[in-house]
């Protein structure tokens, strides 16, 4: 190995002239505002990129499209679709319609509310789909699974928009055991936002092993919506929380993410909530318009690197600070620190530094 200058930091890093293999990447700074929170002021919202990147090799945990595809895939398998059907479902999924309302009419189709022997048969497909997932998740996925459980125990809330249990799979093996929730139970999405169920895991859409709780369309669980003290307790939160996405792309775009979130909630651009996201260098104009768009929801956008394979590592390193942190309640980085315990809302944003982003795109 050879020492070579950068001429432009005039730092020294290493590489190999023969292979050409590029310098170590210089590990990604913390946002201040974000590292000096205290576990119990945040709510981690686990989108698809985290359980993409735990079991990269299984094309349901992706995307919705690809979700959506491996359910089609199991109904033609499991002959449940006529060829027609199949067809239309198909187009649909190749001209990226409106992917919730495919998702959905496919979900009818496998479990009309009628006698047809079809009515079980949405199980199987979930089932097959997210069969043996915890063979398929690979080490650097389990240790961003370990840095969320991490947060979990020292008081962090954790929700999500995924079908899979992954997290609570994981925390199995580590001996700790995890509740999966869904909205159709008021009683305890209630404690869950009270935080009397700390070791939970929200799935506002619902969880395979939970067929009958799935739901893509707030009309499913009108329940929660009419229960004005479930629903008053879920959106304190947001105001007086700090939420951190991972691996989402559009969650606040989400039709249940908005009906439980932001509809009842006024001057969004006071909060302070946070999105990680991969930094892309092209496209810069989309994000420029992405970070604008956050902004208004009171969101920072903040960039974990360029590949999605930085996350772990960088997540890691969040989650250790902000646990150091709990536990002393001092910073020991160059920014000033938090005088105290403060809420989030118009105070918090004031009295914090707000950081810059750089150029990232959505995970």
Known sequence: MASALNSKSDKQVLWDDDDGVQPAKKPRKLLPTLKTKQPQELVLVIGTGVSAAVAPKVPALKSWKGLIQALLDAANDFDLLEQEESKSFQKGLQEDKNLIHVAHDLIQKLSPRTSNVRSTFFKDCLYEVFNDLESKMEDSGKQLLQSVLHLMEHGALVLTTNFDNLLEIYAAHQGKELESLDLTDEKKVLEWAQEKKHLSVLHIHGVYTNPSGIVLHPAGYQNVLRNTEVMGEIQKLYETKSFLFLGCGRTVDDTTFQALFLEAVKHKSDLEHFMLVRREREDVEEFKKLRENMLDKGIKVISYGTEYSDLPEYFKRLANEISAYGRTGSYS???????????????????QNTGNSVGDLLC
Request: no cysteine; proline share 11%; aromatic share 0%.
């Open 333 to 351: 980085g160059t920014s000033e620190p938090r005088g105290g315990q403060i809420k989030n809302g118009p105070t918090a944003v004031n009295n």
